[in-house]
Antibody, heavy 120, light 108 residues
Framework: EVLLLQSGAEVKKPGESLKISCQAS????????IGWVRQMPGKGLDWMAI????????RYNPSFQGQVTISADKSNTTAFLHWGSVRASDTAIYYC?????????????WGQGIPVTVSS | DIQMTQSPSSVSASVGDRVTITCQAS??????LAWYQQKPGKAPKLLIY???SLQTGVPSRFSGSGSGTDFALTISNLQPEDFATYYC??????????FGGGTKLEIK
C-alpha cells in the first residue's frame, strides 16, 4: 500500500526557518517524482516543486523558486520542503504527493497535509 | 506560461443530476490533463488522468473528455458524496504542473 505520511502541524514566527517532511512507503521511492502543493486558506491548489529522488533532479514553480528548497533522503524515503525565513503569507496547508515518471498521469497519491501557521 | 481556466467557479445541483465542469488551457496540451476531487479538510484525490482515463477505484459515473485546449469532467447521477471541489491540472510535462482555479459543486 502506497502511503505518504507527513509531519505534524507547525506554528512559526515571521523570519523563522521551517522544514516539513513527507515519508513515503509501499513503492520504489527512487523511481517516482514527489512534489509539494500549497493550499492557502479558502483557496485553490498551487504546485510548488517536485524532486526525482533517484538522481535528485528538481523542478520549481517560478513563483516559489528561491523561496523554498525541496530535497529528499533516499535512505529514509523522505522528502522535505525547507524555508529559510517564513512570512505570514506562507500560512497554508502543504501537501506532498507522488507523481509517476510518465507524462499525463497526475499526482496519484497524496499525504494528509501539514497546516502551517506563521504569525507574530 | 500556460493558464488553466475552469468554469463555472461554482455550481449547484441535486442528487441524481448530471453535471459538467469545463477546463480550458491557454495552449495545446494534447490529452495531458488530470482531474481531482477535494472534500473539506481532506487531501485532493485523483479521479481522471490523460483527460479520459478513470483512476482505479473511481466510480464510473465520473468521466472525462477533451483534447488540445478544451476539456470537461462530467458526473452522471450525482451522489451525496460527490459534492466537493474539483480541480483540473495540466500534466504535459515535469516543469509546469499548473492547476485550474477549482469548481465548487454544491447541493441545490
Amino acid at each position: 500500500e502506497v502511503l505518504l505520511l507527513q509531519s505534524g502541524a507547525e506554528v512559526k514566527k515571521p523570519g523563522e526557518s521551517l522544514k516539513i517532511s513527507c515519508q513515503a512507503s509501499g513503492y520504489s521511492f527512487n523511481n517516482f517524482w514527489i512534489g509539494w502543493v500549497r493550499q492557502m486558506p479558502g483557496k485553490g491548489l498551487d504546485w510548488m516543486a517536485i524532486i526525482y529522488p533517484g538522481d535528485s533532479e528538481t523542478r520549481y514553480n517560478p513563483s516559489f523558486q528561491g523561496q523554498v528548497t525541496i530535497s529528499a533522503d533516499k535512505s529514509n524515503t523522505t522528502a522535505f520542503l525547507h524555508w529559510g525565513s517564513v512570512r505570514a503569507s506562507d500560512t497554508a496547508i502543504y501537501y506532498c504527493a507522488r507523481l509517476p515518471p510518465t507524462i499525463g498521469l497526475g499526482f496519484d497519491f497524496w499525504g494528509q497535509g501539514i497546516p502551517v501557521t506563521v504569525s507574530s | 506560461d500556460i493558464q488553466m481556466t475552469q468554469s463555472p467557479s461554482s455550481v449547484s445541483a441535486s442528487v441524481g443530476d448530471r453535471v459538467t465542469i469545463t477546463c480550458q488551457a491557454s495552449q495545446n496540451i494534447a490529452t495531458w490533463l488530470a482531474w481531482y476531487q477535494q472534500k473539506p479538510g481532506k487531501a485532493p484525490k485523483l479521479l481522471i488522468y490523460a483527460a479520459s482515463s478513470l483512476q482505479t477505484g473511481v466510480p464510473s459515473r465520473f468521466s472525462g473528455s477533451g483534447s488540445g485546449t478544451d476539456f470537461a469532467l462530467t458526473i452522471s447521477n450525482l451522489q451525496p458524496e460527490d459534492f466537493a471541489t474539483y480541480y483540473c491540472q495540466r500534466v504535459d510535462n515535469f516543469v509546469a504542473l499548473t492547476f485550474g482555479g477549482g469548481t465548487k459543486l454544491e447541493i441545490k
